[in-house]
Nanobody, 124 residues
Framework: QVQLVESGGGLVQAGDSLRLACAAS????????MGWFRQTPGKEREFVAA????????YYADSVKGRFTMSRDSAKNTVYLQMNSLKPEDTAVYYC?????????????????WGQGTQVTVSS
């Protein structure tokens, strides 16, 4: 199992930036890729971004392309989500996730380890 701990959430104004971090521990060597999802009350958890540990290929939801950047630091077993030009609709709890097999990145069912989440609130 992989343990994931997110950090970096907070309250910002529209147009501001935030960087989320997710530190992985445990069986990190077996992890294939990492992802970020977000969820608001009453809605399903939605895909935000993903990155492969090997090669660093990234994937993004259309709603965040050009504003969010996901990166990894393999030496620290940590992934980051740099969020720029934040909008009120980006307000959500952001979850880090790990997957151990290739395949789709776009659904929560594709990932098997999850962090506890960090709140991001963007005021208008």
């Amino acid at each position: 199992q992989v343990q994931l701990v997110e950090s970096g959430g907070g309250l910002v104004q529209a147009g501001d930036s935030l960087r989320l971090a997710c530190a992985a521990s445990g069986r990190t060597f077996s992890s294939y890729a990492m992802g970020w999802f977000r969820q608001t009350p009453g809605k399903e958890r939605e895909f935000v971004a993903a990155i492969r540990w090997s090669g660093g290929k990234t994937y993004y939801a259309d709603s965040v392309k050009g504003r969010f950047t996901m990166s990894r630091d393999s030496a620290k077993n940590t992934v980051y989500l740099q969020m720029n030009s934040l909008k009120p609709e980006d307000t959500a709890v952001y979850y880090c996730a790990a997957k151990h097999y290739s395949g789709s990145y776009y659904f929560p069912r594709d990932f098997d380890s999850w962090g506890q989440g960090t709140q991001v609130t963007v005021s208008s």
